[in-house]
């Protein structure tokens, strides 16, 4: 499993570890009107999936907006933001700072996303900051899970993954 720390102490991360090459697992998420969305819902496209510990802090802010940004420069590209955040806030939080190029989901129902990914942080049932790019066909190509869970991910590297993934 992924080590990481959370403001430079040490958590633990329950679920399987994802790595490059592997087939994504499916998950079960809630979009902001409370349905259910899976993986295999945006077959077909390349997708950035954007992990925050909880969208209203001020790393996972910045880190939404910037893939939020990045997202209408990118073709057959989606970027799904998951935290476990409840749905009506990431929604007001969305509407609130003009978020139109990200799909925000909640992991907060059963952590399907957390366990299925391995960001899951047992100590504070919130989810570890990370980037998963999967491309079209459900292979991931890319996989960053950010070793200090207050640090920013690397942009430039789950970016060109996803320009260079079909």
Request: aromatic residues 6%; glycine residues 4%; contains cysteine.
């Amino acid at each position: 499993m992924a080590s990481i720390t959370f403001k430079q102490n040490p958590v633990t991360l329950l679920g399987n570890e994802v790595k490059v090459g592997d087939t994504a697992p499916d998950f079960t998420v809630l979009a902001n009107d409370l349905s259910e969305v899976t993986l295999n819902d945006s077959k077909g496209q390349v997708r950035i999936i954007s992990v925050v510990p909880s969208i209203d802090t001020g790393v996972c802010d910045a880190q939404t907006r910037r893939f939020n940004e990045e997202a209408s420069k990118l073709d057959n590209v989606k970027v799904l933001t998951i935290s476990v955040d409840l749905p009506f806030a990431q929604k007001r939080w969305c509407a609130a700072n003009g978020i139109e190029n990200v799909q925000t989901l909640s992991d907060h129902r059963d952590l399907s996303f957390g366990e299925a990914y391995g960001v899951h942080i047992k100590e504070l049932r919130l989810l570890a900051r990370a980037v998963f790019v999967v491309d079209s066909s459900n292979k991931v190509t890319y996989v960053e899970y950010v070793s200090e869970a207050t640090n920013h991910p690397d942009y430039e590297g789950a970016i060109e993954a996803a320009k260079s993934a079909e």
